[in-house]
């Protein structure tokens, strides 16, 4: 049998990072990196495998860095952890001696068993497995009318990108507005809008009864009746932890079904760590178990993870998961962190909400300038900032992760108020007007 | 005698939005703005009105905030503040009583005393006045070779503005590299390099010894005995704090020409504040005196001047300047927070560095990928973050000012490493690889 000192399961962002990291970390320790893919894609590149990137080989996560850092990569699957003996078996009938585990086995695509028709031909999902995936490209090659379930950010970003390449799109979301984990209505509205403009068929606060067709899926019928021919549907309805191994080892799992972690991404087991869409985390804001699938989240995870092995050195430096979600429609951009306001809401805490709209270059008169609208949600009384949310152009997506480090280091509003932005007329709005510098000054007015 | 409550001299970014602030925090005061100029220009877009603007009209500051916010808005000079009878007398020979005032009057160009023959035709600077400018650009309609002396960013933003529309424009450069306060020679040589693939003639290390003319300049001579032809000449060798009116009233100043303020923005006569480029500013690294010059600063001193007139409710809750930079040349962004690693030796700072190149969106195969280049300086014990550099595409503006942010809340290596950001592959580089994480990374590593 062979040995190794550190073994991880899975091999998308939470995987490779911690292999990478720990690695670096204890150059000295034996790594194994145990995959069931050949290759793995760059996560939230996948919906633009349909349009924008000519293939999902544009899309795939390089493994050169593992055996440059020496670590060994072996493609297959494993069955059953021994934790006595502290031994892996894969599909293909090899064992493995470990020291440490890492579970980083992800998560697949949430199909609920409550919808009939799910399991019809042209019915598919968006799992992150590359040939599937190839497969689902090829034979919505031939296809026209697709309907979407689900207005997350994949179920979005595969619909703009299949309405894109002159697909007939409808895409069906159950609550008021889409990408709802992320924006609040006011804001949802502007993403909504936007994806109508570019000639996508929206229904949101409609739910899905059920899918219709004999062999191949040929319509969706909605809860308020109304039909929607389809020649294929793409199920963007969530992801669910990939656990059962975790659960059949004995691991403890949270009620959401992903593996409890502590502080340093240790599991019940302490040689065991997890890290990713199969980990557990608690909500920074509002402290309760929450099912937020980044890459971004798992590659946080998996550095701590790396670092810990064998000494415990870095704890999370921050109390809990923070959000940070972007998204690009068209050249529009949407980013949010933390919580939202209604989300606050539901959760009892009493918040104040400023919004600023201003332009993303200054002088506005500049080519390619960009309204920029900036929302924050603080605590009402303390004033520590819980949430943001952002439309844009392009420099949204890093202007969310400042919003994200305000949150993170429990700022208040008045500390960013007075705290020192750059700008520039070619890359930022200006310094007098820069909204999120004017969206918290809103709050401060209030109060 | 107009009698008014808050009297404001300057308006460009510090008058206007002390005022704004001011009379926003304390509605019922009655505010005055005196400015000199009728139109006051975008500080930092003025080098675009010489080529991607079709004229300093697009790049002026709307006056109408004002007028909406029922602030009174006077063209004319203050040329007396009688500080025991509170007053203020104009060029015109009115006075006005004040009960708060505010120098808001920036700065000039620096035109060295030692240079010989910086009096002659065609020798100009660039100062905020659009009159000025709105003649220096007609005049240069008719010139090829245009010499620029300094480069900062104002001496880089106007050269390659002027080398795009054609000009033939040589930049000339005493120390040993461009952008030398905001950038190490390894990020700089990078932005040398764009500018002279872009087909700009860029001299560093060399001195200017004398402009040579009859009458209109004709040469430029360098200290190595190089001689430049030259139409025009244009000095971007610094600003001046316009402190002359300040001094006159006796307020006291430090010993860079610029007005001593308390951490409220106070002059050393409690009922007199100051704001900007006229207001003394200390690094927020080395403790020290720092000529910092940025319509942002500017524009976050300004605020705590507005909110603090009547009472202080805030205190600059960061102890200190930290300068942030961003300049576009072409595509390509460059961008700086904190101090440098040349800089923070020179003050006797035992630092590590870590550098990292990866790309701004992901996967890299994705139209209009950039590469990013992130630097980070940490003091090498406490671990803490002290300036941060960076070389990328647009949303490199917004990356620094994450940066900046850790610099201001005195964050470490390890707590940036281990905090969460927000990706997007058609935003920002893979979670993966982010490149400021990976150059924490890096020190961590090193360590």
Redesign the interface.
């Known amino acids: 049998m062979n040995k190794f000192d550190v073994i991880v399961i899975g091999g998308s ?1 939470a995987g ?2 911690s292999a990478m ?1 720990g690695k ?2 204890y150059p000295d320790k034996k790594f194994l990196l145990i995959r069931k893919e050949k290759d793995a894609l ?1 996560p ?2 996948i919906p ?1 495998i349909f349009g ?2 000519e293939s999902s080989d ?4 390089p493994l050169g860095g593992l055996s440059k850092a020496g670590i060994e990569f072996k493609q297959d699957e494993v069955i059953e952890v021994d934790r006595k003996n502290k031994t892996v078996k894969t599909a293909s009938g090899e064992k493995f001696q470990y020291e440490k585990l890492i579970f980083a086995t992800g998560s697949t695509p949430h199909v609920p068993n409550w919808l009939k028709g799910s399991n019809l031909e042209n019915v598919f999902v968006v799992p992150k497995n590359k040939l599937y995936l190839d497969e689902l490209k090829s034979k919505l090659n031939n296809m026209k009318k697709i309907v979407v379930i689900g207005a997350g950010f994949i179920g979005v970003e595969v619909s703009d990108e299949l309405n894109k390449c002159g697909k007939d799109v409808t895409l069906v979301e159950i609550l008021p507005s889409i990408l709802g984990k992320a924006f609040d209505i006011d804001i949802a509205r502007e993403a909504e809008n936007t994806l109508i403009e570019r000639g996508l068929n929206l229904k949101t606060n409609v739910a899905v009864k059920e899918l219709i067709g004999t062999d191949k899926v040929q319509e969706v019928i909605l809860e308020n009746g109304e039909k929607l021919e389809a020649d294929a549907v793409i199920l963007a309805m969530g992801y669910t932890p990939n656990t059962c191994l975790a659960k059949k080892s004995g691991l403890e799992l949270n009620k959401l079904g992903a593996l409890e972690v502590d502080s340093y991404l240790r599991t019940d087991d302490k040689d065991i760590f997890a890290a990713g869409d199969c980990a557990a985390k608690v909500d920074f804001i509002t402290r309760k178990d929450t099912p937020i699938m ?7 995870e998996a ?2 993870v790396g ?1 810990n092995l064998y000494k415990l050195s ?1 704890m ?3 109390t809990g ?2 959000a ?5 429609i068209g050249d529009i ?1 949407f ?1 949010s ?1 933390g919580i939202t306001e209604e989300e606050s809401k539901r959760n009892g805490f009493e918040v104040t909400v400023g919004k600023f709209q201003g332009v993303d270059k ?2 506005a ?3 390619g300038t960009k309204k920029q609208i900036v929302k924050i949600i603080a605590a009402k009384d303390s004033k520590i900032i819980m949430g943001g949310e952002v439309i844009g ?10 919003i ?3 949150i ?2 429990n ?1 208040t509003v ?2 960013l ?12 709005s ?3 007007q ?1 909204p999120l ?1 004017k969206a918290v ?1 809103n709050i ?2 209030k109060i």
Chains 1, 2 share one sequence.
């Open positions: 962002a490779l990072v990291t670096a970390n760059v939230c590149g633009y924008t990137l544009q899309n795939v996560m980044l890459a971004s989240t798992a590659a946080s550095r701590i670092m870095v999370r430096s921050f998961t923070v940070i979600f972007s998204t690009a951009s980013a962190a200054h002088p008169t500049l080519p152009g392009e420099s949204a997506g890093e202007l969310i992760n400042v994200g480090l305000a993170q280091k700022m008045t500390e108020y007075t705290s020192q932005i750059g700008t520039h007329p070619l890359l930022t200006a310094p007098t820069y510098i000054e401060i007015l």
